[in-house]
């Protein structure tokens, strides 16, 4: 017992943070999973969905500790950890972690800015604490693209016209960030292509296994070439009811960047999206969005492209405590590759009723059936290029802290 000692002042320590925390949220999620599916890239393998065929019965979907901490009246710091209890050399790891200064609105003007490591403003789905989505288990085949290997490690600046505050009948807002260290970016797309899942990479986790043949274990979170990213976005919004969202994304790569110590190549990535959420008084909520973009390497001079896109429609209906939610994707990878390498396309259909009996609990019910036509499915692991996965899962979320309501 004499070797645990010394954690136990370190236990309290971390126990009187959580408690001195403005804002503190911990997350069990459980999941029991029925899936016909080939193993992921957590497990070296390439697959539609998060679960293969034997990680079928009990499993942990996600577990979460988040802080936030007011540091005066305009800063805020923001800390989301995570662990997904998978094959990762972490074993757990921070999604997010930034610092936020608002001010307070002048003129009819808002202004909001984050230096750290966040989500870049594209997702209209994951709208909850965590960057979860409140309809599904699963995500879109954007935000799984987005939660596996994008993350802006850098500044962000929004400033919002607030119109309603001035008798008008829409809000604006404007964005643009400017960021680094996500040279990895477009390396899945380029590999796996895209797959639904709801596990997002952690801050320094790796992506796929030392043994997978096609990510090869890579970190998608590195900086390579010391050129600064950059995005830019718009954001309408009517009433709180409908928002129009669009942003342009390139992360300015040079793809003749090469670290010849780990063979680590910086991917030139550029995508746009477009996107609309609308949600009506009686319950009702509609999303759609699309993505469309490229990403390239040039190692020695040798151009190689796999332009891609993605698009989803979503639907929810809220009743009372209840909420049936129903998504359709389609997404395709292309290649300039003569053979085919990385070519992709599929589509997917998501089912999911959830119940909050109240701000603790979430039980979720969750059907999803992806079929895709993958080059590296065959020519990399030996498997049938076409195949159609079905993943059935049930989730007991239990939350609680000062930030649960």
Known sequence: MRPAAPLVPLAWLALSAIVR?????????????????????TQGGISGVRFSEDQSGLRLGRARLALTESLG???????????????????????????????????????????????????????VAGWDSPYTLSYSAIDSWLAIEVRTVGVEAQLDWLGTRQGHDFDLGVTAGAFGWNDGAGTFIAADGFMLTDRQTPLGGRVGLPNDPVLMNYQPFRELDGRAGLYGGIELRWHDRVVVRALHYDNRADPTATDYATGAIAW??????????????????AIVQGLKGKTAIAPGGFYLDWPF??????????LGRHMLS???????????????????????????????????????????????????????????????????????????GSAVR
């Open 21 to 41: 925390a403005d804002g503190w949220e911990l997350d069990l999620d459980g999941r029991l999973v029925s899936s016909d599916a080939y193993p992921s890239y």
């Open 73 to 127: 009246e305009l800063w805020t710091v923001h800390l989301d950890a995570s662990a997904w209890g998978d094959y990762d050399r972490i074993p757990a790891g921070l999604t997010e972690a930034y610092l936020q200064f608002r001010p307070y609105p002048f003129a009819g003007y808002r202004l909001r800015v984050k230096a750290g490591a966040f989500y870049p403003p594209v997702s209209l789905e994951n709208r």
């Open 268 to 285: 030139e990535t550029s995508f746009d999206s477009l996107g609309l959420r609308a949600e009506s008084a009686d319950g009702w909520s």
């Open 309 to 318: 896109e993605a698009e989803y429609a979503l639907i929810a209906k809220q």
């Open 326 to 400: 129903v998504r359709y994707d389609n997404f395709d990878v292309d290649t300039s590759i003569a053979a085919g390498d990385g070519y992709q396309d599929g589509h997917a259909w998501t089912a999911a009723y959830s119940f909050s009996p109240d701000a603790h609990w979430r039980f979720t019910l969750e059907w999803l059936r992806v079929q895709s036509n993958s080059y590296f499915r065959n020519d990399a692991f030996g498997l049938p290029a076409l195949a159609t996965e079905t993943q059935l899962q049930l989730a007991v979320r239990y939350a609680l």
